[in-house]
C-alpha cells in the first residue's frame, strides 16, 4: 500500500540461483578421499551468510542492461612479461589438473541452462567460486586465530585438527582453479588468482599491526591508511574483483566493468568495517564465533584506531599487542568509551555512499536496488 515502507529483500532477485549454490558448490568440492571429502564440505553445512556469491549474481544481472563492449575490442589490461605485483599476477594458461568427481552434474547444468535467465552460466560458476575461495580463507584462518567457533559450531581446526583443516583449504582452492580454468577467460582468471594473492598479503600485513611495528608506536595518519590497505587485500580485494570479474563475463563497456570494481571495493571496506565494529559490540552468541577475539589476538582495528587517535595512552598497549596482564580489558573499556565505534560506522557508511555513487550509472532495476539493500544491510548486520 501507498506510504507503507518498501522492504526490498536483496535474495529476492537472485533467490533461485541461490538454491543451486550450495549444491554446486558441493559438486565442485567433493574427493574421492572420504575424510577429505568431510572436511571439505564442513563449513557448507552451516549456513553462511553467501554476500560474495549473492553479490558476483545482484552485480551479473544489474550488468545485463548496461553498455557493452565486445572483450576482443578491449585491449586486455595484462601483457605478457609484465612485472608482478600485488596488482599483477601472471598465471599458467592452461593447467591440466585430474578430476575426482564431476564438475557439473546434469542436474546442475539442467538449472544452467533450462532457463532464460540473464544471469551467464560463467557468471553463476564464478559467484561459487568466490564462495570456494571465501571458505578455503575462513578454514586458513581459524587455524591463524586459534579460532573455536564459526557459523554457530565448533570451527573446522577444532574438529579435525590443523593439518586437515589446512589441506583442505588448499583444496578448496585447487578445486577454485579448476573451475576458474575453465572459464576459459585469462583476465578473470588473472583476477581471481590476483585475489588469492591478495589474501595472504592482508593477512601477512595483520601479523604486524603498523608498517614499522615499534615497541611504543605513536598515533600517525599513515597507521589507518596501513590499517584500511590490509582491510582491502583481506576483504575488499575478493569482493571488488568478483564484482569487476562478473561485469568482464557479461560483455560489459569498461566505464561499467570500472563501476563494478568501484562498488565491490567500497562495499567490501565497509563489510570489513563493521565486521570489526561487532568485534566489539555484540556477543559471541549472536555472532556465532568469538565476540572480542580481535584484541586477544593483539589486533589494533578501526574502532581502536580511532580511539587512539584521542588517547595516546593506548600506544604502548597497541606496542606489545594487548599482552600485558590487564591489557585487553583496559583496552576494550577505552574503546567502548571512545568514540571510536562511532567513527568506524561513519567510514563505514562513507565507503557505502561511496558504492551506491558508484553503481548511480546502472538503469534501474530489481539487481540494482538489491545491490543498494546489499549495502544498506551490510551497515546495519549484527552478524
Ligand atoms: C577472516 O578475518 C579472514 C579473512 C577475511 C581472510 C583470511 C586469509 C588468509 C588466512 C590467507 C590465506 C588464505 C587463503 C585461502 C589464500 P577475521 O579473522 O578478521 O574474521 P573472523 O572473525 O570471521 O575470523
Ligand atoms: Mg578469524
Ligand atoms: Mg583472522
Redesign the pocket.
Known sequence: PPGSPISIDPLRSVAKEMKFLTKNIRQLIGSGHPSLDTVSKYYTQSEGKYVRPMLVLLMSRATALTPKTPRSMIPSSTTVNSPLSSENILVDSNPSVPEYAPLTSPAADATYTNDLSDILPSQRRLAEITELIHTASLLH??V??H?VARRSAPSANIEFGNKMAVLAGDFLLGRASVALARLRDPEVIELLATVIANLVEGEFMQLKNTAQDEKNPVWKEETLTYYLQKTYLKSASLISKSCRAAALLGQSAPEVVEAAYQYGKNLGLAFQLVDDMLDYTISGAELGKPAG?DLELGLATAPLLFAWKDNKQLGPLVGRKFSGDTDVQTARSMVLASSGLEKTHALAQSYVDKAIEAISIFPDSEAKDGLIEMCTKSLKRRK
Open positions: 584462518d581459524d591463524i586465530d579460532s577475539a
